[in-house]
């Protein structure tokens, strides 16, 4: 029982604990990739293709298997993925070194020293509150800052009402104003580029009308403003 880690899922061997955590991961990293999902087997994790057609495994210990992965990445994501991987390895092993160093059990306090996804989490008393530092691979967010999460009187880590899963409060941790300018110019941007394109739309159709047989360049070019404002 000695190399036994644990996640907000509950405890894993240490190997395949590697595996699931790195997988989900990418989940939480990416969670509007098009390309690959966790199939979320606690025997046998893999990062599958979103037609299920094939699986690669989650392992970033190994170099052949993490370009395959990061094939669906760019060089920034697939550094962010790498860090939360390692940082939840590294949390797996001070959790085995504690329990070896101190030959503690697996329950000594009420809450457990756990990975919840981002970070790892030290253990805590009953009606306490657990500080964890801000992970550096999140977009957007305050590295040098704490998040926190709750141990509830009974004795185990506050759930979220609504999921019914273990949450921690990383609130602190997002620079929310940054990300809110961000989707503000995107709007901003694209609502420009729509503005400017209606009238060269019309000033086409008018032209053609005009024109009577258009060359098939106009066609194109007034096809393609119309399919992008539409």
Not at 44 to 53: A, E, F, G, V
Not at 64 to 90: F, H, I, M, P, Q
Not at 135 to 164: E, H, I, L, M
Not at 194 to 216: D, E, M, V, Y
Request: charged share 20%; with cysteine.
């Amino acid at each position: 029982m000695e190399n036994i880690c644990r996640d907000t899922f509950g405890y894993f061997n240490a190997s395949i604990f590697k595996l699931w955590t790195c997988s989900l991961c990418f989940s939480y990293l990416f969670q509007d990739s098009a390309h690959l999902t966790p199939n979320r087997n606690k025997s046998y994790p893999l990062l599958i293709s979103k037609d299920n057609d094939f699986g690669l495994i989650p392992d970033v210990s190994n170099n052949k298997a993490t370009l395959e992965v990061c094939k669906y990445l760019d060089g920034t994501n697939c550094e962010r993925w790498k860090s939360c991987c390692r940082s939840a390895v590294e949390c797996c092993n001070s959790q085995v070194s504690e329990r070896q160093l101190k030959h503690k059990p697996l329950f000594t306090l009420p809450c457990p020293k756990t990975w919840d996804g981002f970070g790892c989490v030290s253990e805590a008393n009953a009606g306490s509150i657990a500080a964890i530092r801000c992970p550096n691979f999140v977009q957007y967010g305050f590295s040098s800052d704490y998040g926190t999460k709750k141990c509830t009187k009974n004795g185990t880590w506050w759930r979220d009402p609504v999921s019914n899963r273990e949450w921690t409060d990383y609130t602190p941790c997002l620079n929310l104003r940054i990300y809110k300018t961000m989707v503000y110019v995107g709007v901003i941007c694209c609502s420009i580029s729509l503005i400017l394109l209606i009238p060269a739309s019309l000033t086409f159709i008018c032209l053609r009308k005009q024109w009577g047989n258009p060359t098939p360049v106009f066609n194109v070019l007034k096809n393609d403003n119309v399919t992008i404002v539409t």
